[in-house]
T-cell receptor
Framework: DGGITQSPKYLFRKEGQNVTLSCEQNLNHDAMYWYRQDPGQGLRLIYYSQIVNDFQKGDIAEGYSVSREKKESFPLTVTSAQKNPTAFYLC???????????????FGPGTRLTVL | KQEVTQIPAALSVPEGENLVLNCSFTDSAIYNLQWFRQDPGKGLTSLLLIQSSQREQTSGRLNASLDKSSGRSTLYIAASQPGDSATYLCAVKGSVTNAGKSTFGDGTTLTVKP
């Protein structure tokens, strides 16, 4: 089965704790992305990675960190510095982040993070 | 900065009706526009991708059009069914000045009543 997996599906965090969301893909895609979605809103880009060991900040990177040690994996850490982390987090991948008109993004099922 | 707007925010139609969802964007320097479907609590499923050089794409009962000069795209759904009920989002992939990033609209939530 090819695709993108995210775990866990639901995550609860106490204030002041760091948590890590997992994202794995077996599509052999170079580019991976993390988005945040708040109720009734579209997606906002947190971080993206075009290649292993390289990543760039998106529009709302403050309070988040990522790593890209393997092509298949792009974990997101929500740190205690993120003031309002309760949201739905979506991971995506695409063949190539470069300027391409045919570059389709494929999404995982999401992780819902709630701060208690 | 690219801004993407989807109107209306919600739409309710009877089964069998044809309908149009709208997406507008402010910067016409784009590489592509993608339409997605999202069911409650789920990830996004890609429906159609239109490259900047194309005017429309079709898949089954879905037809998406793109008019770059006016900054508009439409998603046409023919003979709507209750199973089409979902939120539909459009995303515009920006040009080099936007680092090739995608900007999403807030979505249109469609309800098709039996």
């Amino acid at each position: 089965d090819g695709g993108i997996t995210q775990s866990p599906k639901y995550l609860f965090r106490k204030e002041g704790q760091n948590v890590t969301l997992s994202c794995e893909q077996n599509l052999n895609h170079d580019a991976m992305y993390w988005y945040r979605q708040d109720p009734g809103q579209g997606l906002r880009l947190i971080y993206y990675s075009q290649i292993v060991n390289d990543f760039q900040k998106g529009d709302i990177a403050e309070g988040y960190s990522v790593s890209r040690e393997k092509k298949e994996s792009f974990p997101l850490t929500v740190t205690s510095a993120q003031k309002n982390p309760t949201a739905f987090y979506l991971c995506a991948s695409s063949i190539d982040h470069k300027a391409s008109g045919t570059d389709t993004q494929y999404f995982g099922p999401g992780t819902r993070l709630t701060v208690l | 900065k690219q801004e993407v707007t989807q109107i209306p925010a919600a739409l309710s139609v009877p089964e069998g009706e044809n309908l149009v969802l709208n997406c507008s964007f402010t910067d016409s320097a784009i590489y592509n526009l993608q339409w997605f479907r999202q069911d409650p609590g789920k990830g996004l499923t890609s429906l159609l991708l239109i490259q900047s050089s194309q005017r429309e794409q079709t898949s089954g009962r879905l037809n998406a059009s793109l008019d770059k000069s006016s900054g508009r795209s439409t998603l046409y759904i023919a003979a709507s069914q209750p199973g089409d009920s979902a939120t539909y989002l459009c995303a515009v992939k920006g040009s080099v000045t936007n680092a090739g990033k995608s900007t999403f609209g807030d979505g249109t939530t469609l309800t098709v009543k039996p």
